[in-house]
């Protein structure tokens, strides 16, 4: 994140009234990207990694990051912040059996590296070297690049594309009284060499544009959230892109000021398309592997098993392009694959890094990701989607009797453990005889990711994502999580009604 780097911070309000949002007169004027420093030579990454097998150990590997990134909020027609960063340095990473040793420096010079690398080797018990072999170039798929870089425009023109977000969104109505936007880009190199002997270099850029709106009317308040983010460059925020960020996300705020309060008790739910980020959270973390090697997932020693209804099947899926999740390597040089974990509800397998596969004897999977150089690599989901069905959305909707239809999530609680789970929901519909009638305030969703698995019995032919971040052992990455419209037939709603 931009408060993990080292910056050039410049933090102050500016208001501008009605005229277009401009460089303030605090702002420093264009930030060059730094010079870029020499990675290690051939022989000091071999050295690098034999100091980290010095004493033992199964796999090594050194991961080198420079990382160049913008951030830029605006609040009430202001910009209240702009932050500037770069962020640059190595880790090392040693694997003994069950145990992981860690280090980094910040910083490219090998001494420095080699030094690291001695801290990390520290966990292993063995007066017998680990073997290290010579590295290969890892090809590349090219999945994700920018048409036009992220470092490319001056910060003026990234200020402008705020400013039509922020007019859209107030010209939508008069009861909109708060608009809050969050930018953030940034351009990402990577060099990952493994003791295994693979090398590959990689190029990510990201781009994220979040938009809040609140509106009153008659002393109710409503909230309306849009995220536009991708692996890609300017180019996501091309044409009317702007303008629809801010207008949708009016819109939904001024949607839930009618709003009644959301019943309760059990009934089916129709979530839209795009929810996918309830199955992330209730049922994506207990199929990474590194949970169910710790007995932590209710899907451990399921393979094989009937998990799902037949008509759920998901993959998590890193080679789809300019998707928030996707990449062209992961970070422990395995090149980008689409995972298979439930197929017509038959648990398949699980997403795996090295350390889970060599410990389980499953094959990669590209699941190896971190948050930057000082983190290591653990398991963790890309894309994760639901896949498209045979029924068509508008059908569901209009085969349930009575339910929600629930259109955006809000924060929840889960219990990777257990499936349990708790999700609030920003926008929802009642259902009645088959319409859409009062929207929602207040409405909850309680209950286990394996249940509603098994509770899906319908799915739609549409599909839409959700780009957010994922935090897990206290490191976040960018993800993206997929569904259709589909019917869960039974789930607990707590509403206020």
């Known amino acids: ?42 022989g000091d990454v071999d ?88 590295p290969a170039e890892v090809p590349l798929p090219r999945i994700v690049r920018a048409e036009q870089p992220v470092t490319g ?5 990234k200020l402008a594309i705020l400013d039509r977000v922020d007019r859209a969104a107030r010209a939508a109505s008069p009861q909109v009284t708060q608009v809050v936007i969050s930018y953030y880009d940034s351009a990402q190199d990577t060099t990952i060499v493994t003791s295994d002997g693979h090398r590959a270099s990689d190029s990510l850029p990201v781009i994220y544009l979040r938009v809040e709106v609140s509106a009153e009317k008659g002393g109710v308040t409503a909230e309306g959230m849009v ?10 925020l091309a044409g009317d892109v702007p303008e629809r960020a801010g207008r949708e996300a009016a819109e939904q705020a001024l949607r ?12 089916p739910v129709v979530v839209a398309a795009g929810g996918g980020v309830m199955f992330h959270e209730a049922v994506g973390h207990g199929l990474e592997a590194d949970g169910v090697l710790r007995q932590a997932s209710v899907f451990a020693g399921r393979v094989g098993e009937r998990v799902a209804s037949e008509l759920v099947t998901i993959h998590d899926d890193a080679t789809l392009p300019g998707k928030r999740g ?64 045979a029924h068509d959305p508008g059908e569901i909707i209009r085969d349930t009797r009575r339910g929600i239809y629930a259109v955006s999530f809000g924060g929840g609680e889960v219990d990777t453990a257990s499936g349990q789970f708790t ?37 739609g032919t549409d599909f839409d994502d959700w780009p ?27 509403g206020t009604a």
């Open 153 to 157: 425009p001056p910060v003026a023109d």
């Open 326 to 389: 996707s990449f062209n390597v992961d970070d422990e040089a395995t090149t980008a694959r689409d995972t298979l974990l439930i197929e017509r509800g038959v648990l398949r397998g699980f997403m795996q890094d090295r350390r889970t596969a060599r410990l389980t004897g499953a094959g990669l999977t590209a699941n190896g990701r971190r948050e930057s150089f000082r983190h290591p690599a653990i398991v963790r989901m890309t894309n994760t989607n639901l896949a498209r069905g």
């Open 468 to 494: 957010g971040t994922c935090g897990k052992d206290g490191q976040w990455v960018p993800v993206t999580s997929g569904c259709p419209t589909l019917r869960i037939a039974k789930l607990v709603v707590g």
């Open 256 to 267: 839930m000021l009618d709003a009644r309060p959301a019943p309760s008790g059990e009934m």
């Open 47 to 134: 050295r690098i990694l034999r100091a980290a097998l010095a004493r033992g150990g199964d796999y090594a590997d050194l991961y080198l990051e420079t990382r160049v990134a913008t951030n830029i909020r605006v609040a009430g027609g202001e910009v209240a912040s702009m932050e500037y960063g770069v962020l640059q340095g190595g880790g090392v990473r040693t694997v003994a059996g069950e145990k992981t040793g860690y280090a980094y420096a910040e910083s490219f010079d090998p001494a420095d590296l080699e030094r690291v690398a001695a801290s990390a080797a520290g966990i292993a018990g063995s007066s017998r070297p680990g073997r290290v072999s010579p």
């Open 423 to 459: 999700f609030g929901l920003r926008e929802a519909y009642l259902i009645e005889d088959g319409r859409l009638t009062a929207p929602l305030r207040g409405a909850i969703l309680v209950g286990s990711g394996p249940a509603v698995l098994l509770g899906i019995d319908r799915v």
């Open 1 to 42: 994140m931009i408060t993990d780097l080292t910056r050039r911070s410049f933090v102050k309000g500016l208001g501008l009234g009605a005229a277009a949002l401009a460089v303030p007169r605090w702002w420093p004027g264009v930030l060059a990207a730094p010079a870029e420093a020499a990675l290690p030579s051939a």
């Open 227 to 236: 995220r536009v983010s991708g692996r890609q460059g300017m180019e996501i």
